[in-house]
């Protein structure tokens, strides 16, 4: 625990002898600074470079799927965690995303590049969508836990629109929505090559793909959370009246961290739909939308680590327990909120990291 | 030149008049303290000026210019701080992140560290900068509130109940670093109780009762005004 330790938490006065940008990917809004955190850094991440080494097809399909949400969850953690706002709009975003891309990429083809045009466009129509409904909520004074409803609904009414359009006259061009079956046949994701296109199926290509884009994605995201950007949303989540007190106009900070963490989760919906080339209601109903929740709650809403790290070993535990039943594990998950929420309400990794803090103090103090 | 001015406003909530007819003027480098039993209409006066409340009708001059349809944070902008009875801080950041972000909506690099240093030593709590602020002493984190507000070298510091739950000795000292403001020409408007802590720091004193401004002077002419000393002693209804 020593690479995250209490101290932490309480940072002071920034090194003046430290560069900007090494400031602001070290600084207070994140756990694990010291130089023990950045050499397990890079060590995970030079295991998960060899880890196609040594790992069979389908677990490496399996991680860069596991990846796959991982922008969700980090998506939310900025807009809850650092912002304050819960939002359960995380699968709305997601699913618009994705049908996005299947409409570009079953009607375009994917040639040319144009799976990226769809990726662009499919994230794109995700912040669109984010941006309407966030300047709804935030310049309508709509917060706490009306906010949680609002996005729970409009989720929700978006999951049961889509679910009901089986019939062939919703259709977008070629691309049938599909209904309860979802829109299947869009192409994966596909860069242009001058020896030829290369079309990235579930397999080692995408997973170096997604790792470099999730190491982009965290790292981008610790510069934005220690900001002065996100300095602004710490201090609304931590009292918002004071924040507005001193100069800040809170609904255009709380609006453009939703819209960037609603366009996280559009990504990971076109990922996704790229990954498995199928994207479907059920993948924005009601026990889905309540995942992300309970991924970034666990491991820590409130830090971008926690929230990684929570993600991944959540999904891991989650996949496991559908093995003996899906409805066993939205059980057990349910279980694992309400422990969290109770015994360790900012979640697993600062729950730790405070405990172990603790501990080593009163241990200096007893020597 | 008056810093702050108020031309006939009134506020209703369903009906009840919590602000009436108040024509409030208050000179710049004035510390003027707001008096009144509870239910007076002071922390109404205080939210109007704040732009927290909208007035049902009259308008808002800040060094002249009308800030009456001004949002809250447009008004801060504008050179108005406020510091509130139960201290408006961030709790979980530490003392120095507190300092900073109400710094660097103003200030950047350098200049932006000096300014937090000054602040904090002017309230006392540098050797506090790496704390988190939830864990200082309330007095400490009244002060904390004061160094946020004062850091932005506001134009007009509006006071509300600043020495609420403090030790005398933390009161007495609250009270010299007021002084020591309005004497580098800070204008200051405070909602006070503590009528020591008023004489203390009051170059004038209004008086509201009832959403209305009731009497105004200085403290020895309230003091010594008879029909002050009834409404305090009076049984005037309890609203606040």
């Known amino acids: ?88 709009g995380q699968t709305a975003f997601f699913g618009l995303a994705g049908y996005t891309y299947g409409v570009v990429t079953i009607n375009f083809g994917a040639a040319y590049g144009l799976t990226i045009v769809g990726v662009l466009l499919g994230v794109g129509m995700s912040c669109l969508g984010a941006a309407v409904l966030g300047y709804i909520l935030f310049y309508g004074r709509i917060s706490g836990v009306f906010l949680g409803i609002v996005t729970l609904s409009t989720t929700l009414v978006f999951a049961t629109f889509m679910a009901q359009t089986a019939g062939s006259q919703w259709a977008i061009g070629d691309a049938r929505l599909g209904g309860d079956n979802g829109m299947t046949g869009m192409p994966p994701l596909t860069i242009p090559w001058a020896g030829g296109d290369i079309a990235l199926y579930s ?25 002065r950007f996100g300095n602004v949303l710490v201090a609304i989540r931590e009292n918002p009246h004071r924040a507005e007190m001193l100069g800040y106009d809170i609904r255009r900070y709380q609006l453009i961290a939703f819209v960037i963490g609603s366009g996280l989760a559009g990504l990971s919906g076109v990922l996704y739909t790229a990954w498995g080339q199928y994207i479907s209601p059920s993948n924005m109903d009601l026990a889905a939308a309540a995942l992300p929740i309970i991924w970034v709650a666990v491991g820590g809403r409130k830090d971008l680590t926690a929230t990684l790290v929570g993600t991944l070993v959540v999904l891991g535990i989650f996949q496991n327990l559908t093995i003996f039943g899906s409805y066993y594990a939205f059980v057990i ?27 080593r103090k009163r241990k200096e103090g007893m020597s | 030149m008056t810093i702050l001015r108020t031309e006939k406003l009134y506020k209703h909530f369903d009906g009840v008049k919590v602000a009436q007819d108040v024509n409030f003027s208050m000179e710049h480098g004035e510390i003027r303290c707001l008096i009144g039993p509870n239910g007076a209409g002071k922390s109404t006066f205080f939210k109007l000026v704040l732009g927290e409340h909208q007035p049902s009708s009259g308008e808002i001059y800040f060094s002249d210019q009308k800030i009456t349809k001004l949002r809250s944070f447009e008004r801060v902008k504008q050179g108005i701080a406020v510091k509130f009875q139960v201290p408006g801080i961030f709790s979980e ?70 020495t609420a739950g403090m030790t005398p000795e933390e009161t007495a000292r609250t009270g010299e670093m007021i002084q020591e403001l309005n004497r580098k020409g800070m204008s200051i408007l405070a909602v006070e109780h503590d009528m020591e802590f008023v004489r203390q720091i009051a170059h004038k004193v209004t008086v509201l009762n009832f959403g209305e401004i009731f009497a105004e002077g200085t403290i020895n002419e309230i003091e010594a005004n008879e029909e002050v000393a009834r409404i305090y002693l009076g049984t005037a209804d309890d609203d606040e």
């Not at chain 1, 997604?210 to 220690?226: E, H, K, P, Q, S």
């Not at chain 2, 003392?95 to 950047?108: E, G, R, T």
Request: aromatic share 12%; charged share 15%.
């Open chain 1, 203 to 227: 397999g080692v290509p995408l997973y170096y793909l997604l790792l470099a884009m999730l190491v982009i994605c965290y790292l981008g995201l610790r510069v934005l959370v220690n900001s």
């Open chain 1, 333 to 359: 998950m349910g279980l694992l909120l309400v422990i969290v929420v109770v015994f360790l309400p900012e979640g697993l990794i600062p729950g730790l990291v405070k405990f172990f803090g603790r501990f």
């Open chain 2, 93 to 162: 950041l530490s003392v120095w992140q507190n300092m900073q972000i109400a710094v660097q909506n103003h200030l950047h690099g350098d200049s932006m560290t000096s300014a937090i240093d000054k602040a904090l030593a002017f309230v006392r709590l540098t050797d506090k900068a790496g704390e988190l602020a939830g864990e200082l002493s309330h007095g400490e984190q009244q002060w904390l509130e004061i160094g946020m507000a004062v850091s932005t070298e506001p134009r007009l510091l509006l006071l509300d109940e600043p």
């Open chain 1, 1 to 88: 625990m020593g690479m995250l330790q209490r101290e932490d938490l309480k940072a002071s006065r920034p090194d003046g002898r430290m560069p900007g940008w090494l400031r602001l990917i070290n600084g207070p809004q994140t756990l694990g600074r010291g130089p023990l955190f950045w050499i397990v850094f890079a060590l995970t991440i030079g295991a998960a470079v060899v880890y196609p080494a040594f790992a069979d097809a389908w677990s490496v399909g399996n991680t860069a799927y596991f990846f796959c949400w991982v922008f969700m969850a980090l998506g939310l953690s900025l807009i809850w965690g650092y912002a304050g706002s819960l939002s359960f």
